[in-house]
């Protein structure tokens, strides 16, 4: 094998220039569709190893063209370029090591594949040429005026989104349905075109081609986007920067115009839909075009600000080489990291990245499983576990035993690993209270329905809707008129058959049939006293069982109404017997159990709160909110829709009732009035709240 390292012929360089007269230059390996960025310093040594010197003749060489390398300095760059696969006739350019090389790569892309049920694109057209015929319009609408226009309007955004936050309760879902949601999810496409051809056209403003845009499915969300990654071409950092973070300040354009929408626009669809459209454009920006821990536009624009290429990557690596090296004593695993400065970066990025990763992917599976299919989240669950932690943990014990006779722990990381560990293991093992807050309203525990109990008309109502009644107060009397007449004609019938029953008694021919006469007599006189009772009940009234309020009354209780018989016409309920009902998502419903603690909230005055327990839980998730204020549709917080059958204003997302008594003596807490109920569960360990979701999660999805 040659001694002599050659930098690849099939690698695209291109020269960037840094803050200063400092020049960079970033080589893209067409084979990985990978970027590497490295000093002028680092490059000319790279570019002095032809295949025809060794490192010791490429240093003279640079020295007699006027460059000083020291050889040890030169050593280590050749060796960083090495482990990254830039150089030939090295030991990672051998058959051997391609073999090997080749069946990693093979088993990556098995394993892409596999994770492409929560990443994947779909390139759909080139819209290089359009971009370029277009891009006059761009320039003419994104310019230094336009920007300095947004930017003076951006506080007068943020006063009315501050000052507007005390009626977001009165914003209306009227999008909860059919129809109104496609015209949501078309709103919120456009915006993401509106973002996608911020970043294309950013690009072309700067010279730079887009090969493809196309559909992403990103954790089961279709989103679209653009292949800008040429943007690594340019010299300019600070315009790289501007490719990916344009498509943020075009979602900030739109929430700051949304604002303004929602802000001058009356409750309704559009200003719904305004509100929406401003609330998804900041939590998009926020969590994932902005988050850096994400290979979204915020990592990119971070990136470039720390001028750390591959950040991701080495991240993980060097991860990887802290516990190769400092803990198992594997020297030659290899370093990422030059500087102390990329060293403590890589180090805090890396571990912050291993967290965000398994919370992602746990978030992924624990939503998919409560809020779109069981069976799928299982799945789902049971590939992620074997992708993110079975396989990484067979690759490394394999590894691992490959190099057991070289393994040579250090003390000083192996207590530093012990003793993170010890801290974890004790952390899972500490009783931990934890609190659960939930939407509630003021129900009441006593509920009257109001009936006409009579086949007679209304002669007089004494009540009206939310009307305050007392115990035996009269609500509304009934014409006795109709009940006089047919108490008149049983009573003659009485008589007429009573004068039959005495004239058969005196036959003793028909003596015999006295008996059906009497029987006869009987059923009268039972029917005379239910026309008396009815009788009497028309006269005095209907009265009040316990106080209460009106809640319900048909519009239709004036006098001459006469409905049919038991007829349901109105409600009563008791204040003073208050009922709280909170309405739990069924992805919480496990931390809520009868005999808990609670406490409730209720925004009257500065807030008024009380201590109870939780005294029933629903077996049986909600299937109608009609009368229940946290509706969307009466403008409460709850998503829900109309269903066909019955009408019922059934919940998007399935809730659970839970009940918590509360005896209102002073009559503090309307009805229906809305708050927050705060539930607190017993100290539980982490380890032992892990168990117990398994093992409801085992038994409700079991079939035995």
């Given at each position: 094998?040659?001694?002599?390292?050659?930098?690849?012929?099939?690698?695209?360089?291109?020269?960037?220039?840094?803050?200063?007269?400092?020049?960079?230059?970033?080589?893209?390996?067409?084979?990985?569709?990978?970027?590497?960025?490295?000093?002028?310093?680092?490059?000319?040594?790279?570019?002095?190893?032809?295949?025809?010197?060794?490192?010791?003749?490429?240093v003279e060489k640079l020295k007699a063209q006027g460059y000083f390398y020291e050889l040890a300095?030169?050593?280590?760059?050749?060796?960083?370029?090495?482990?990254?696969?830039?150089?030939?006739?090295?030991?990672?350019?051998?058959?051997?090591?391609?073999?090997?090389?080749?069946?990693?790569?093979?088993?990556?892309?098995?394993?892409?594949?596999?994770?492409?049920?929560?990443?994947?694109?779909?390139?759909?057209?080139?819209?290089?040429?359009?971009?370029?015929?277009?891009?006059?319009?761009?320039?003419?609408?994104?310019?230094?005026?336009?920007?300095?226009?947004?930017?003076?309007?951006?506080?007068?955004?943020?006063?009315?989104?501050?000052?507007?936050?005390?009626?977001?309760?009165?914003?209306?879902?009227?999008?909860?349905?059919?129809?109104?949601?496609?015209?949501?999810?078309?709103?919120?496409?456009?915006?993401?075109?509106?973002?996608?051809?911020?970043?294309?056209?950013?690009?072309?403003?700067?010279?730079?081609?887009?090969?493809?845009?196309?559909?992403?499915?990103?954790?089961?969300?279709?989103?679209?986007?653009?292949?800008?990654?040429?943007?690594?071409?340019?010299?300019?950092?600070?315009?790289?920067?501007?490719?990916?973070?344009?498509?943020?300040?075009?979602?900030?354009?739109?929430?700051?115009?949304?604002?303004?929408?929602?802000?001058?626009?009356?409750?309704?669809?559009?200003?719904?839909?305004?509100?929406?459209?401003?609330?998804?454009?900041?939590?998009?920006?926020?969590?994932?075009?902005?988050?850096?821990?994400?290979?979204?536009?915020?990592?990119?624009?971070?990136?470039?600000?720390?001028?750390?290429?591959?950040?991701?990557?080495?991240?993980?690596?060097?991860?990887?080489?802290?516990?190769?090296?400092?803990?198992?004593?594997?020297?030659?695993?290899?370093?990422?990291?030059?500087?102390?400065?990329?060293?403590?970066?890589?180090?805090?990025?890396?571990?912050?990245?291993?967290?965000?990763?398994?919370?992602?992917?746990?978030?992924?599976?624990?939503?998919?499983?409560?809020?779109?299919?069981?069976?799928?989240?299982?799945?789902?669950?049971?590939?992620?576990?074997?992708?993110?932690?079975?396989?990484?943990?067979?690759?490394?014990?394999?590894?691992?035993?490959?190099?057991?006779?070289?393994?040579?722990?250090?003390?000083?990381?192996?207590?530093?690993?012990?003793?993170?560990?010890?801290?974890?293991?004790v952390a899972l093992f500490i009783p931990l209270s934890s609190k659960s807050i939930f939407p509630?309203?003021?129900?009441?525990?006593?509920?009257?329905?109001?009936?006409?109990?009579?086949?007679?008309?209304?002669?007089?109502?004494?009540?009206?809707?939310?009307?305050?009644?007392?115990?035996?107060?009269?609500?509304?009397?009934?014409?006795?008129?109709?009940?006089?007449?047919?108490?008149?004609?049983?009573?003659?019938?009485?008589?007429?058959?009573?004068?039959?029953?005495?004239?058969?008694?005196?036959?003793?021919?028909?003596?015999?049939?006295?008996?059906?006469?009497?029987?006869?007599?009987?059923?009268?006189?039972?029917?005379?006293?239910?026309?008396?009772?009815?009788?009497?009940?028309?006269?005095?009234?209907?009265?009040?069982?316990?106080?209460?309020?009106?809640?319900?009354?048909?519009?239709?209780?004036?006098?001459?109404?006469?409905?049919?018989?038991?007829?349901?016409?109105?409600?009563?309920?008791?204040?003073?017997?208050?009922?709280?009902?909170?309405?739990?998502?069924a992805l919480n419903i496990d931390r809520v159990k009868v005999g808990m603690e609670a406490e409730?909230?209720?925004?009257?005055?500065?807030?008024?709160?009380?201590?109870?327990?939780?005294?029933?839980?629903?077996?049986?998730?909600?299937?109608?909110?009609?009368?229940?204020?946290?509706?969307?549709?009466?403008?409460?917080?709850?998503?829900?829709?109309?269903?066909?059958?019955?009408?019922?204003?059934?919940?998007?997302?399935?809730?659970?009732?839970?009940?918590?008594?509360?005896?209102?003596?002073?009559?503090?807490?309307?009805?229906?009035?809305?708050?927050?109920?705060?539930?607190?569960?017993?100290?539980?360990?982490?380890?032992?709240?892990?168990?117990?979701?398994?093992?409801?999660?085992?038994?409700?999805?079991?079939?035995?």
């Amino acid at each position: 094998m040659s001694q002599n390292p050659k930098l690849r012929m099939d690698l695209k360089v291109f020269r960037q220039e840094k803050e200063g007269d400092l020049k960079r230059f970033v080589i893209k390996d067409l084979a990985t569709e990978k970027f590497f960025r490295m000093s002028e310093y680092e490059y000319r040594v790279l570019k002095a190893l032809d295949g025809t010197v060794s490192i010791e003749q490429a240093v003279e060489k640079l020295k007699a063209q006027g460059y000083f390398y020291e050889l040890a300095d030169a050593k280590l760059v050749m060796s960083k370029a090495e482990q990254l696969g830039l150089l030939l006739n090295t030991r990672y350019g051998t058959s051997e090591f391609q073999a090997t090389t080749k069946k990693r790569m093979d088993a990556q892309k098995r394993t892409k594949q596999l994770s492409g049920v929560y990443f994947r694109y779909i390139p759909l057209f080139n819209p290089d040429n359009f971009l370029q015929r277009t891009l006059w319009v761009f320039d003419l609408f994104v310019n230094k005026y336009t920007a300095t226009f947004m930017l003076l309007i951006l506080p007068v955004a943020l006063y009315f989104v501050v000052t507007g936050i005390h009626s977001l309760k009165n914003v209306y879902l009227f999008f909860f349905n059919f129809n109104n949601l496609l015209i949501l999810w078309t709103a919120i496409a456009l915006s993401k075109l509106i973002h996608e051809f911020a970043h294309a056209y950013t690009a072309k403003h700067y010279g730079i081609r887009v090969p493809e845009m196309g559909v992403g499915i990103l954790m089961f969300f279709p989103v679209l986007y653009s292949n800008v990654t040429d943007a690594w071409q340019l010299g300019d950092r600070r315009q790289r920067m501007a490719i990916a973070g344009a498509g943020i300040i075009a979602e900030a354009v739109i929430a700051i115009l949304a604002t303004f929408v929602w802000t001058f626009t009356k409750p309704g669809i559009v200003n719904s839909l305004a509100f929406y459209m401003m609330a998804m454009s900041f939590v998009s920006t926020l969590l994932f075009n902005g988050n850096p821990l994400m290979k979204f536009d915020g990592y990119f624009v971070f990136v470039d600000y720390m001028q750390l290429p591959n950040l991701w990557a080495k991240s993980m690596k060097y991860v990887k080489h802290l516990w190769m090296e400092k803990v198992l004593g594997l020297a030659n695993y290899p370093d990422p990291s030059n500087t102390d400065r990329e060293r403590k970066i890589f180090g805090v990025y890396g571990f912050a990245l291993f967290a965000y990763r398994i919370s992602l992917y746990t978030g992924i599976v624990v939503n998919v499983y409560y809020r779109f299919d069981k069976l799928l989240g299982i799945i789902l669950g049971i590939v992620a576990f074997f992708l993110f932690i079975v396989k990484p943990v067979y690759t490394g014990s394999k590894t691992i035993y490959a190099k057991r006779g070289e393994i040579k722990i250090k003390r000083k990381g192996g207590l530093v690993f012990l003793g993170v560990m010890a801290v974890f293991i004790v952390a899972l093992f500490i009783p931990l209270s934890s609190k659960s807050i939930f939407p509630c309203y003021m129900a009441s525990n006593q509920v009257q329905k109001l009936s006409v109990p009579l086949l007679t008309m209304v002669r007089k109502v004494y009540i009206e809707l939310g009307s305050v009644v007392t115990r035996g107060q009269i609500l509304y009397e009934l014409d006795p008129t109709q009940l006089e007449l047919t108490l008149r004609q049983k009573q003659i019938q009485r008589s007429i058959i009573k004068a039959e029953v005495q004239l058969l008694l005196l036959d003793d021919e028909n003596k015999g049939k006295a008996p059906s006469k009497e029987a006869e007599l009987k059923q009268v006189d039972n029917e005379i006293r239910r026309i008396e009772e009815d009788l009497k009940t028309a006269r005095t009234g209907n009265v009040a069982p316990f106080n209460g309020v009106v809640t319900s009354l048909d519009y239709r209780m004036q006098p001459g109404y006469k409905p049919a018989d038991g007829v349901i016409v109105g409600e009563i309920k008791s204040i003073k017997d208050g009922v709280v009902h909170a309405l739990v998502p069924a992805l919480n419903i496990d931390r809520v159990k009868v005999g808990m603690e609670a406490e409730v909230w209720f925004p009257i005055g500065t807030g008024f709160f009380f201590d109870g327990k939780v005294d029933e839980v629903a077996p049986y998730s909600e299937k109608d909110l009609r009368d229940s204020p946290f509706s969307s549709r009466m403008g409460g917080e709850l998503a829900t829709e109309v269903i066909s059958e019955g009408h019922k204003d059934s919940p998007l997302d399935a809730v659970y009732r839970c009940s918590v008594n509360f005896n209102n003596d002073r009559e503090e807490v309307p009805l229906g009035m809305t708050g927050r109920l705060v539930v607190t569960a017993p100290p539980q360990t982490v380890f032992m709240k892990f168990v117990n979701q398994i093992f409801n999660v085992f038994n409700r999805e079991s079939f035995f």
